[in-house]
């Protein structure tokens, strides 16, 4: 019988393997154009990072996948797929080949499928965008947007099945990178790095945009990770008092990793503001109320905790002590929106010309679903379908409808819509549930979760936020919860017992 040998590097065979990448990397670095080295650079540190771990390539995903948008509109060199399809197909193939590895060398936690509960919803959003190819305009537009919930769906397996234990805290961390690096880049073009002037505000700041092209899937991506990074900064915090009050002394990781969380909520929370996006906002005050309603196991000290804070913020608001600009910002939301019921007849101005396109936008989205009530037009086909459905002085499609319920009631029928609800409705559910957890970091890591599945149902009122990739971070996240449910429910049994 013949055994199969492992390949096995020495420490010297690894040094030579070293200098040789070292060298051809530095041959085609003098030779070749900076886009191609550029490239060249990231492909062989995203292939070293495959070899040593599925999690550094889960990594790479999470904080590359947001650069599509740049990459596609800046790099003269343009990759055959974008830069987050790379890194789904790197991440797959190195969880294959670590599979593998651990097979032949006798390891255990090989690949078994491990059911849960949070897959349910995806599934079932998944199985009903399936159904939308039969009324979908275009097969190839439908095709890329139901991948989408496809590859969240894989996602979410991978990192159920992979993370083991506290390992969870590093996609966490990840997913807070991710957010803190677009964050400094769109503080950046805040304090005049873009130089934009279209999104000039008050003839000082220029909106921020990071690598997303536009504000408001900017400040989406801010509200989406902030707060996760809030709660981890407060895990951390109590971890600490709690270590001080037991033994005098705060161990330097829990020290290290409280201000690491502090300072990148921080520098969320500005990015958030600079991207002067009042949905982002709107779902950023909302999410806010849910995590403090959320942060007590009992509803009264929940509900008490929501009212104080509310006063605070209420007294702040009529004492005209918060800065006039965002007042401004805030107000001109009602009284722009709700001023206007039909926006064929209204005079397009300057001042009223975002606001009109995007309302004219809702009310294509309407006329689709009237056209095509039960399966919509097929994922991904608003904007295929746009010109049988326009208003007349709106010839030109955003691409989808700016408020994802409209785009999936326009797309995906009367039956995509009560699908995407429900599935959207069993996630916070068991996210509620998932706050049982007896471990406090994981608990108000669960906390941050359900603030984030708020943030998102209220920003998608005014947007569409599966843009950018950012639907990977977004299986990432489910993915996270997956395993802090099955942890909570673990505890739940045990105590029964």
Do not use: C
Not at 251 to 259: A, D
Not at 376 to 399: K, P
């Amino acid at each position: 019988m013949i055994r199969q040998q492992r390949i096995a590097f020495s420490p010297a065979n690894t040094k030579w393997l070293s200098l040789l990448i070292a060298a051809l990397f530095g041959l085609v670095a003098a030779l070749a154009p900076v886009n191609i080295t550029f490239s060249l650079g990231i492909l062989i540190a995203f292939g070293l990072t495959v070899l040593i771990t599925p999690w550094a390539a889960l990594m790479m995903l999470i904080i590359l996948s947001p650069l599509k948008v740049l990459i596609a509109t800046e790099s003269a060199f343009q990759l055959p797929l974008d830069v987050g399809q790379l890194a789904f197909l790197g991440l797959l193939l190195a969880w294959g080949v670590d599979q593998v590895a651990r097979r032949r060398s006798g390891l255990r936690h090989t690949a078994r499928f491990q059911w849960s509960p949070v897959y349910f919803p995806v599934l079932l959003f998944t199985l009903i965008g399936g159904l939308t190819v039969f009324s979908a305009h275009s097969v190839s537009a439908w095709l890329t947007e139901w991948l989408k919930w496809l590859v969240i769906l894989i996602v979410v397996v991978l990192v159920n099945h992979t993370s083991q234990r506290d390992q969870w805290r590093w996609l966490v961390t990840g997913l807070v990178l991710a957010g803190l690096a677009n964050a400094l880049v769109g503080l950046y073009q805040f304090f005049g790095g873009s130089g934009a002037l279209h999104l000039l505000i008050n003839d000082r700041f220029f909106r921020a945009f990071g690598t997303f092209g536009q504000p408001n899937p900017f400040g989406g991506f801010m509200g989406l990770v902030l707060p996760l990074a809030l709660m981890m900064a407060l895990g951390y915090a109590l971890r600490a008092w709690q270590s001080w009050r037991t033994a005098r002394v705060i161990p330097l990781y829990e020290m290290v990793s409280g201000i690491f969380f502090t300072v990148a909520a921080l520098v969320l929370f500005a990015g958030l503001v600079a991207s002067w996006s009042r949905g982002a906002w709107m779902g950023f005050v909302v999410s806010g109320g849910v995590m403090v309603f959320a942060l007590p196991r009992r509803f009264w000290h929940g509900l008490l905790l929501v009212g104080g804070i509310s006063g605070i913020v209420a007294i702040l608001w009529f004492a005209r002590i918060l800065p006039a600009s965002i007042v401004e910002r805030i107000n001109s939301t009602t009284a722009e929106y709700f001023s206007i019921s039909d926006v064929r007849g209204v005079d397009i101005t300057p001042d009223n010309y975002a606001v009109v396109e995007r309302l004219a936008h809702w009310q294509a989205a309407l006329n689709m679903a009237t056209q095509e009530s039960w399966l919509g037009v097929g994922l991904g086909n608003y904007e295929i379908a746009y010109d049988d459905s326009r208003l007349i002085n709106w010839q030109e499609s955003l691409g989808h409808a700016h408020n994802y319920y409209l785009n999936i009631l326009a797309e995906a029928g009367i039956i995509g819509l009560l699908g995407y609800g429900k599935a959207w409705l069993i996630i916070m559910w068991l996210t509620w549930r998932a706050r049982r957890h007896p471990d406090n970091l994981a608990r108000v890591t669960v906390i941050g979760l359900l603030g984030s599945w708020v943030y998102l149902s209220i920003h998608h009122l005014f947007d569409s936020l599966y843009v950018n990739n950012l639907f990977i971070h977004l299986g990432l996240m489910l993915g996270i919860l997956s395993v802090l449910y099955n942890q909570s429910q673990r505890h739940i049994r045990v105590e029964t017992l």
